[in-house]
């Protein structure tokens, strides 16, 4: 059956079958006190308040039978691929692989590395660990994707301007229909937020659409 969302700028019509739901590092890094974007001097309150709404959005998604998948923004703790350009950015008491609150910054393994409980991945979901700030770099995502049929992507998570933007973009160039959820998303500068959706919006939707949850769930 298909669904057909009332979505900014153009409706938005897909199958549950060939949809998945992307969940963007939902990491206790990214969202708790003491993780990599506290280290960062982000005020990290404004990406917890999403936590209900992507919860909410992952519930339907679950239960209309899209695939989902969570991204975590990780690397391997000898740090082989994360390059200087990357390790480099920041506060330099704060890098990846430095050890914090949550032991070591943006390491796969670590507590500070995992995704939320809230919205921990159950059977049948796919994890997704990207060094990168896209999905589908250095990742086997396009993969699991093609394997699976899908054509359209639904996005949520965080940063919206950095790794969400950044797998919208990367998405929409490897040919998915992609539609972001508005309230799904923050970034620690609430104007990013809004700038990213202007973007999307612009010059006729150039990589997408975007719609706040209720669209969705109302054309459900
Ligand atoms: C950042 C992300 N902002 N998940 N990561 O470093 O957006």
Redo the contacts with the bound molecule.
């Keep these: 059956m298909t669904t057909i969302a009332r979505a900014k700028l153009a409706p938005f019509a897909f199958e549950a079958r060939q949809t998945a739901l992307i969940v963007?590092?939902m990491q206790r890094d990214?969202i708790e006190p003491g993780g990599f974007g506290e280290a960062l001097g982000s005020d990290v309150s404004l990406l917890s308040g999403l936590v209900p709404t992507v919860a909410r959005l992952l519930e339907y998604a679950r239960s209309a039978g899209w695939q989902i998948v969570h991204t975590r923004?990780s690397h391997a703790p000898d740090l082989s691929d994360c390059p200087p350009a990357k390790r480099l950015r920041g506060m330099p008491n704060a890098r990846i692989g430095d050890t914090g609150p949550m032991r070591r910054i943006l390491v796969r393994g670590g507590p500070g590395n995992a995704i939320i409980d809230t919205l921990k991945p159950i059977e049948n979901e796919l994890v997704i660990d990207k060094p990168g700030?896209g999905a589908f770099y250095a990742t086997r995502l396009g993969e699991e994707l093609s394997m699976r049929g899908i054509t359209h992507l639904v996005f949520a998570g965080?940063?919206t301007e950095?790794?969400v933007q950044t797998s919208m973009r990367e998405a929409d160039d490897r040919g998915y229909e992609c539609l972001l959820i508005e309230d799904a998303t923050a970034s620690h500068i609430p104007a990013f937020l809004d700038a990213t959706i202007a973007m999307i919006h612009s010059q006729g939707g150039i990589v997408g659409w975007t719609a706040p949850l209720d669209v969705l769930l109302e054309a459900a």
């Design positions: 963007i590092d990214f923004e700030k965080v940063t950095v790794c």
